[in-house]
């Protein structure tokens, strides 16, 4: 980024150009770094008109549903899930279909994938996201295979798949303590007859600690590119050219940081789950990503200092928040009985928020005489204890609106691809 200013400040009329409007697809410099990287990290052939760099995932993501739902098309969105996914669709004119996970691995399974498209096989796309936020659940090549048998029976739905965190996945720890390191990284592209139809979404936040140079791209089928290119031209223009020179030097710059960075997350996951699980907050271990997605459940009808009940994750957050720590409600995910962690921070900070976790979770008195869940934090019987229903507090985790958004302009048509 710094040598591109210095050498657009000469006073060479040609180099001034260094810092003006690109293409809005991308330079060709970030779309050779781009196609050079799916070429030789995930073995995928694009062309240059099959990728798009983006202001961050974030926007290739919104682009693509903008591109491709028309008013009132469902998208079917495992859940816990990051928390766009579900609002950007509403904003293309979508319909969010929330389908819940397998509860042990937190992985969509082919029979509920097959089950949704029965009920809704209008659908028009599929997200997955691998490794996901908030649970770290890691897909692989297997389990793709087998959600891509299930997609056979339903060719127009659309994958969009979010590979933002592909490449912080952990090695395993065998009983005897042996390390086996992460099985080779599946994407949905790379299943036969599935790349024709998938999109896939990556950027330079997660792996190269780039959030703030918001700086992504996508690569998929010409059509859908094309129809991004559109609604990217006519919004937000070309990504900033600074970021797209950093994500091009990123991507064709040595890797080997991430060996480093990979053995600090690691010993943060270990103890941010570990200590979770010693308070008594079930965790199970993430296979990648940097976010622990803990049960909250154990503090359910708890009574907090200032006399208030603990209900839902929510009241949970809002809880911990009171005593200096920032955590994320499960609610927004798809869970009113989990919150997340991040621990993308160093290992002292991570401990001085477990501490204060764990002091918080020791203030609290238990819950009065008679006060039952049935373990959803959403059904609570004891009335006049808890103040209000969690669902009142909380809000229910997979109630997505029932009918499409309304049309913002009367005959207008959004961009589709197909
Ligand atoms: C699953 C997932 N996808 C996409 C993004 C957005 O990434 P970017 O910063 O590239 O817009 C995030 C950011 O947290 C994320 O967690």
Known sequence: MVSRIMAASSSDPRTQQLLQYTPVTGTPEVKAAI????????????????????????????????????????VIVPTPAWVSYQEMTKLAGGTPVGVETDPQTFKLTPE?????????????????????????AVYSREELQALANVLKDYPKVVVISDDIYEHIRYETTGKDGEK??????????????????????NGGSKVYAMTGLRIGYAAGPQKVIKAMDKVQGHSSGNPC?????????????????????MAVLTENRDLVVGKLNDMGLACPTPDGAFYAYPSCKSLFGKITDKGKVLTCANDVAEYFLENKVLVVPGDDFGNTDRFRVSFAADYQTLTTGMA????????????????????????????????????????????LPAKPSPKVLKGFSAPSAD
């Open 112 to 136: 509920k994938l097959r089950e949704t498209l029965a009920a809704n096989p209008d659908a028009k796309c599929l997200i997955l996201n691998s490794p996901c936020n908030p649970t770290g």
């Open 241 to 261: 050219v600074l970021s797209q020179a950093a994500l091009t030097a990123a991507l064709t710059g040595p890797q080997d940081f991430l060996k480093k960075w």
């Open 180 to 201: 086996t390191p992460p099985a080779p990284y599946a994407t949905m592209a790379q299943i036969p007859g599935m790349k024709q139809r998938t999109v896939t979404i």
């Open 35 to 74: 196609r050079n990287k799916f070429k030789v990290e995930n073995g995928l052939d694009y062309e240059d008109n099959e990728i798009i760099a983006t202001a961050g995932a974030k926007e290739a993501l919104a682009e693509v549903l903008r591109a491709l739902v028309r008013y009132g098309q469902k």
């Open 356 to 399: 204060y976790i764990q002091a918080a979770c020791l203030k609290l008195n238990d819950p009065k005489p008679g006060f039952q869940t049935d373990g959803k934090s959403d059904s609570f019987e004891n009335e006049g204890l808890v103040k209000a229903s969690a669902r009142e507090t909380c809000g229910t985790p997979q109630e």
